[in-house]
Nanobody, 123 residues
Framework: QVQLVESGGGLVQAGGSLRLSCAAS????????MGWFRQAPGKERGFVAA????????YYADSVKGRFTISRDNAKNTVYLQMNSLKPEDTAVYSC????????????????WGQGTQVTVSS
């Protein structure tokens, strides 16, 4: 089993940056691909980014490509999401998740989730 705890959210002005962290418990963290998802009020949870177990491959939603960077440090059991050039439409609760099988883009492909961290971007 993997437990996930996100941190790093907050309030930032448009154009600013934040770095989210997702700390994982358990010795099997390095075997999991990891993903970041976000959910804005009144909207479904949507895919943001994913990274394979080694960090060699990354995947992004079109809406964040070129602005967000996902990375991981398996020695620290942590996955990161660096968010630059933030826009008001990036406002959401951001959650990390451990991938089990299937497409990285779907929530149903993940079986462990963190509680989420709020990101608010003001205009």
């Amino acid at each position: 089993q993997v437990q996930l705890v996100e941190s790093g959210g907050g309030l930032v002005q448009a154009g600013g940056s934040l770095r989210l962290s997702c700390a994982a418990s358990g010795r099997t963290f390095s075997t999991y691909a990891m993903g970041w998802f976000r959910q804005a009020p009144g909207k479904e949870r949507g895919f943001v980014a994913a990274i394979n177990w080694s960090g060699a491959y990354t995947y992004y939603a079109d809406s964040v490509k070129g602005r967000f960077t996902i990375s991981r440090d398996n020695a620290k059991n942590t996955v990161y999401l660096q968010m630059n050039s933030l826009k008001p439409e990036d406002t959401a609760v951001y959650s990390c998740a451990a991938h089990k099988s299937g497409s990285y883009y779907y929530t149903t492909s993940y079986d462990y989730w963190g509680q989420g961290t709020q990101v608010t971007v003001s205009s």
